[in-house]
């Protein structure tokens, strides 16, 4: 059976250079390693996520990629398999530690450790977050987010708070960033997206009212954009991207 390894350093991806210019898994047995996780099996796959030991020299065929580049490089499954696995080796590194006593874990099995002094079962724990398209006839609201290290356009996002529900989330996020209130909510899809461990949950919205007034320590600005003069937007693969894509096509979902 053919067991692929995603091997990671510092939430980069090493990839192997082949002769026609393309990407792929590499093949190589020689990388040393620091923390290699128990075998997975998932999405009909076989796989090992590891961690490259810390200042290992690499031949010079291998290449380590950021992981949301790989992206445009790996087949999209094999791609989804990689955001598997680094969310695993993050899960892994903080919880080393029993959260309870302290104790050094074991892995019981591919996805949950255990605790041999106190018993407590742990799995990897997602944040959800939710984002949302908020539309107003022919225009979209896009802000930009402070954290944005390029100059571009996404949509309204953030964690979901204990005690709320999705949509709750979604209202209370809007109105907090833009002061606008919104209506007829409704799910379009989902994405897991690992940096680190959070599973995007999105939204379409319908404008209901209010003078837009953005969150300064969170947004550096934004605004109502016509479909026709979009800025520069997230690329793929994120759900920001896919929401917008389909609102340009009148598409409702995923
Ligand atoms: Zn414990």
Redesign the pocket.
Known sequence: MEVNRYIFNHGALLLERRADGGYALPNDNTVELDAELPVQHWGGETFVAAEMAAGSELPETLELIPLRATYALLPLHVYRLAEKARELLDWNRETLH?G????LQEFRSPISKF?P??K?ETWPKLSPACIVLIERGEELLLVQSRDFKREFFGLVAGFVETGESLEECVRREVKEETQIEIKNIRYFGSQPWPFPRNLMIGFWAEYAGGELSLQDAELRKGGWFHRDALPAIPERPSIARQMIDAWLKDKHSI
């Open positions: 029993c309870h006593c302290g104790a605790c002094q106190c407590t």
